[in-house]
């Protein structure tokens, strides 16, 4: 029996157990949480009710998000808001390092919000962002989660400069779907932005998808199969959960034997670390993809 054949998704009449989530709980959550609430801070792991965030928290990991709330381009997946961005905060990076600081964070995931409004795309406050942190908490490790700065390397070069110790940047979907899922964003173009950071000296590259929208299992393959040619070195493989009915819907729920097929398959293809499971979001065990 081929691949292809074996059963691997659910048809979405309801969230299946395996989607259900546990309370957060632990001394290092308590105590992170604590922190938030009493100075304020935002972090993506609460405003996106991460699944993950009790795990993650309690092993020193959290999430951040620069350059506002508001996104310039209007992907159909995406829970955050569309339309004409605030001017930037030429404060946040030393807001965001204090933060980092008073949480005590081992590692920071960084990402934004697309800025096709702004001449550099953001790209300057991204750099200033990574040397605030490093300024401020020297003992902290950084993944960059980018958007594609249209491909531009001139934007791309000032993440190379800064050195984080992980540069991701998300696939989201199959070939395709890219259309449809990503509205705005290009396959290509995505894949073109990987190989960039690892030519120009990136040590670790990462990228991640969701599965449920609708894609075939070869493309799945197809996709990691072009990561890996890329030079990416970590997967991150998830199921795409419908944030409102505004959004694309849930067109199936890919099985935990699949998932675990794909991990399988990672490994052989090469890649240094495969995050692949339901409930697996791009910042989920992103401490153990340094090394």
């Known amino acids: 029996m081929s691949i292809e054949s074996i059963p691997h998704v659910q048809p979405p009449k309801g969230k299946p157990k395996w989607l259900r989530v546990k309370l957060p709980t632990g001394k290092k959550y308590t105590q992170l949480r604590s922190l938030v609430d009493k100075y304020d801070l935002n972090t993506i792991c609460t405003s996106g009710s991460c699944p993950n965030m009790g795990e993650c928290w309690g092993e020193g990991t959290a999430t951040f998000m620069i350059l506002g709330n508001i996104c310039t381009r209007s992907c159909g997946f995406c829970g955050v808001k ?41 790209s300057i406050i ?15 490790t950084l993944e960059t989660l980018i958007p594609d700065f249209q491909g531009l390397g001139t934007h791309l070069d000032r993440i190379v400069g800064v050195a984080p110790e992980v540069v991701s940047h998300n696939m989201e979907t199959v070939k395709r779907l890219t259309r449809e899922v990503r509205i705005q964003a290009k396959y290509e173009r995505s894949l073109d932005v990987l190989r960039y950071l ?38 991150t493989i998830g199921q795409y959960l419908q944030p409102s009915k505004r959004h694309l819907p849930v067109k199936e729920f890919i099985l935990p034997e699949q998932f ?18 339901a409930l697996v979001r791009s910042s989920y065990k992103a401490h153990k993809h340094i090394n």
Do not use: C, Q
């Open 126 to 140: 991204w750099s200033e962002t990574v040397k605030a942190i490093r300024r401020m908490n020297p003992n902290t």
């Open 260 to 277: 675990s097929r794909y991990e399988e398959l990672g490994k052989n293809l090469g890649f240094r670390h495969v995050e692949s499971g």
């Open 198 to 235: 690892k030519e120009h000296g990136v040590r670790r590259t990462k990228s991640g998808i969701m599965l449920g929208l609708g894609e075939r299992e070869s493309e799945v393959i197809e996709t990691m199969e072009d990561l890996r040619k890329a030079g990416v070195d970590v997967v």
């Open 82 to 122: 569309t339309g004409r961005p605030e001017n930037v905060d030429w404060e946040e990076p030393e807001k965001v390092a204090r933060s980092i600081k008073i949480m005590g964070i081992k590692h920071a995931v960084i990402t934004s919000v697309d800025r096709d409004d702004l001449k550099d795309m953001g």
